[in-house]
């Protein structure tokens, strides 16, 4: 059982770039999450999305997009790349709210110069 | 709106000793539940103890037990018999239990606490 795969683990982007960081989770969990982690603080919520077709913003949605066509993809967009976006994200998926655990993707490494 | 503060940024253990770490939190929320969650320097995100805000009683796995003070609004992580192996960055965190309302599972985290454990 894969879990949540995120890919890729590293990424090196220019400013200006973009790109897509990939999320796929096989355990059909309705709700999933974009995080995303600066160095030396907590993780901070992106997107978040409760299933197929529906997404919302989180405490930091500026400069991302997401989509979310199935249940297992929730894949997020990074637009005209920026120094501040310089972070670690984290995917993420639970299958109801609070007790059930949040399975959370490897994280992926970005860096943008 | 939820808030969590972690007031240690670093703490350090002796192997086989005991080590608190703090966490008190805000929030307007009537239900909720609270996390504590390990990241190794491997970076995977991993639950170790979760608390529902509606029991009194207080959460243990294994090693891990909490104290989790309603009414003061602290939630704090105790590890006995630390190892080695303890060693990684500790997040508290909490989440709504409203699933009708607006949560949908989203976690609002502490900044961390770096746990060195010393052989």
């Known amino acids: 059982n894969a879990g949540v795969t995120q890919t890729p683990k590293f990424r090196i982007l220019k400013i200006g770039q973009s790109m897509t960081l990939q999320c796929a989770q096989d355990?059909?969990?309705?709700?999933m999450y974009w995080y995303r982690q600066d160095p030396g603080m907590g993780l901070k919520l992106i997107y978040y999305?409760?299933?197929?077709?529906?997404?919302d913003k989180g405490e930091v949605p500026n400069g991302y997009n997401v989509s979310r066509s199935t249940t297992e993809d929730f894949p997020l967009r990074l637009e005209l790349a920026a120094p501040s976006q310089t972070s670690v994200y984290f995917c993420?998926?639970?299958?109801?709210?609070?007790?059930?655990?949040?399975?959370f993707g490897q994280g992926t490494r970005l860096t943008v110069v | 709106a939820q808030t969590v503060t972690q007031s240690q940024p670093e703490m350090s253990v002796q192997e086989a000793e005991t080590v608190t770490l703090s966490c008190t939190y805000d929030?307007?929320?009537?239900?909720?539940?609270l996390f504590w969650y390990k990241q190794p320097p491997s970076r995977q995100m991993i639950l170790v103890i979760r608390?529902?805000?509606?029991?009194?009683q207080n959460a243990t796995e294994n090693r891990f037990s909490v104290n989790f003070q309603k009414a003061a609004k602290s939630f704090s992580l105790k590890i006995s018999d630390s190892q080695l192996g303890d060693a990684a960055m500790y997040f508290c965190?909490?989440?709504?239990?409203?699933?009708?309302?607006?949560?949908?599972?989203?976690?609002?985290f502490g900044q961390g606490t770096i746990l060195t454990v010393h052989p």
């Open positions: 993420a998926s639970s299958s109801r709210v609070g007790n059930t655990e949040a399975f």
């Open positions: 355990m059909n969990h309705n709700y």
């Open positions: 999305s409760v299933g197929a077709g529906i997404t």
């Open positions: 929030t307007s929320e009537s239900d909720y539940y």
């Open positions: 608390q529902e805000a509606y029991k009194q």
């Open positions: 965190a909490s989440c709504s239990a409203n699933a009708g309302g607006t949560s949908y599972g989203k976690l609002t």
